[in-house]
């Protein structure tokens, strides 16, 4: 195969997985870091996909919104998806991110319950763990692993599913949800 068939075969894969990135609900800041394609193709793209041009602004970049009680077990569930796929597979890293993804998506899904992490903070999520900013560690209690600062004490670390919050769970959905039942 000669050069002009691998970069015309390359291209049309990096068209794909930008197309899927969006799909999933990918910021252009994701784009541009994974895909191999210019802004401006991106924007085009992204337009055509969407019909909308994309969202502005800064990325989530705090790692405390990983910690918070439910986003803690929306980004556990996902990073032990990840590191699993990622350590069975030989795929680049942004395809395990979009494989873990769409598992992600399938077992909240299956469980009755609306998605909290958006494909662009479960790719921060990735980079954090790689920067060493964050990693998984087990409860002491049930042994799941979920997502902590690398920084944090781990030998008496109990998760949020095992020590439950005063108010979790009491959130504006279930409360609609619980008045219609009443009514």
């Given at each position: 195969?000669?050069?002009?068939?691998?970069?015309?075969?390359?291209?049309?894969?990096?068209?794909?997985?930008?197309?899927?990135?969006?799909?999933?609900?990918?910021?252009?800041?994701?784009?541009?870091?994974?895909?191999?394609?210019?802004?401006?193709?991106?924007?085009?793209?992204?337009?055509?996909?969407?019909?909308?041009?994309?969202?502005?602004?800064?990325?989530?970049?705090?790692?405390?919104?990983?910690?918070?009680w439910q986003p803690n077990i929306h980004a556990?569930?996902?990073?032990?998806?990840?590191?699993?796929?990622?350590?069975?597979?030989?795929?680049?890293?942004?395809?395990?991110?979009?494989?873990?993804?769409?598992?992600?998506?399938?077992?909240?899904?299956?469980?009755?319950?609306?998605?909290i992490l958006s494909i662009t903070r479960a790719?921060?999520?990735?980079?954090?763990?790689?920067?060493?900013?964050?990693?998984?560690?087990?409860?002491?209690?049930?042994?799941?692993?979920?997502?902590?600062?690398?920084?944090?004490?781990?030998?008496?670390?109990?998760?949020?599913?095992?020590?439950?919050?005063?108010?979790?769970?009491?959130?504006?959905?279930?409360?609609?949800?619980?008045?219609?039942?009443?009514?």
């Amino acid at each position: 195969m000669n050069a002009r068939a691998k970069s015309i075969v390359g291209d049309a894969r990096e068209v794909e997985r930008a197309a899927e990135l969006i799909r999933l609900g990918a910021r252009l800041q994701l784009l541009e870091s994974e895909i191999n394609l210019s802004r401006e193709r991106l924007l085009r793209l992204y337009k055509e996909i969407q019909r909308k041009s994309p969202p502005k602004g800064m990325l989530p970049f705090s790692t405390d919104w990983f910690t918070a009680w439910q986003p803690n077990i929306h980004a556990s569930l996902f990073a032990n998806i990840y590191e699993y796929l990622d350590k069975s597979s030989d795929l680049e890293q942004i395809d395990v991110v979009i494989r873990a993804y769409r598992l992600y998506l399938e077992q909240v899904g299956t469980s009755g319950l609306e998605p909290i992490l958006s494909i662009t903070r479960a790719w921060r999520l990735v980079k954090f763990v790689d920067a060493g900013m964050m990693c998984l560690a087990p409860c002491t209690r049930c042994s799941g692993r979920f997502v902590l600062h690398s920084g944090d004490l781990r030998n008496r670390f109990v998760c949020g599913l095992c020590h439950m919050p005063a108010r979790a769970g009491k959130t504006a959905a279930r409360k609609a949800r619980s008045e219609l039942i009443e009514a």
